[in-house]
């Protein structure tokens, strides 16, 4: 078995992880959304131009309803994401979004496509859950409130959708232009409620960080992402994107200067522990059956 899919959605989660802290550069009183809006906007249209260029795309052909729901599935978990996180605070908030979003994953792959997610999985995706919730247990503010709880639930679940409509995307139509033209169509989804506008990129010292976060955090990432969707199980996928977290935390700790406690370290080290028992565990059980089925 290939472990390289495995290793792009991995590189994607890392891209991910890179942008809490990326933000921290912006000037403050932005909109999350409207950061959102002007990201997708860069990382989509930059590449919409390049597959134009190279006519990569035939708008009579194009698999529009799954580009349409890919595009409106990732705005609305980012904008339900920044909501939670407003009544919850981050640590929450990102726990119930990010923790859930695998377990969701997998119902819609079983009960929507008939895909019923194997053991390693569920073995993988526990250790990742409960060191996704050691991690961030000790950090930031522990608020628990009953509609930002549903909100992050929400925003799980559409990223979810997001990954199981973007695999059928790609089942249809090449990686490249697949991510441009679902984030042009997200950017166009976000922008006229962003209520900040776009003039602040141009401002002091916001435009290299929007770029870093356009091209590398969305562009270059949701191709990673994208790329290993396509050879692995959209359950998976969402597994191993876990790994979002631990990067934004690790990156907290090494440029940030922040501390984690010896509880969060052990969420690092489980959170580790799922991925390594996602991307081995999956190898071992699919040569098994190779073997079986061979004799």
Known sequence: MNILPYIFVLLAAMLWGTVGTTQTFLREGISPIAVAGVRSAIGGGVLLIAVLIMRKINFKKWSWKWTVFAALTIALFQCLFFT??????????????????????????????????????????????IGCILLFVTRGDTTIHPLGILLALCAGSMFALYTNCSKKLTEREETLPSVAMTFTLCALFLLPFSGSGVSWVLE??????????????????????????????????????????LTAALLGVFLVGEYLSPMSWMGVLLLLGGILVLTIGSRKTVKYLKDASSQ
Do not use: C, D, H
Request: hydrophobic share 50%; aromatic share 12%.
């Open 204 to 245: 002091g010292q916001n435009l290299w960080p929007m770029l870093f976060m356009g091209l590398f955090a969305t562009s270059l990432a949701y191709i990673f992402y994208l790329a290993g969707l396509e050879k692995i199980s959209s359950s998976s996928a969402v597994t191993l994107s876990l790994a979002e977290p």
């Open 84 to 129: 939670s996180v407003r009544y919850t605070g981050v640590a929450v908030g990102t726990v119930v979004t990010i923790g859930s979003s695998p377990v969701f994953s997998g119902i819609i792959e079983w009960l929507l496509f008939k895909r019923r997610p194997n053991r390693v999985w569920g073995i993988a995706t526990l250790l990742a859950i």
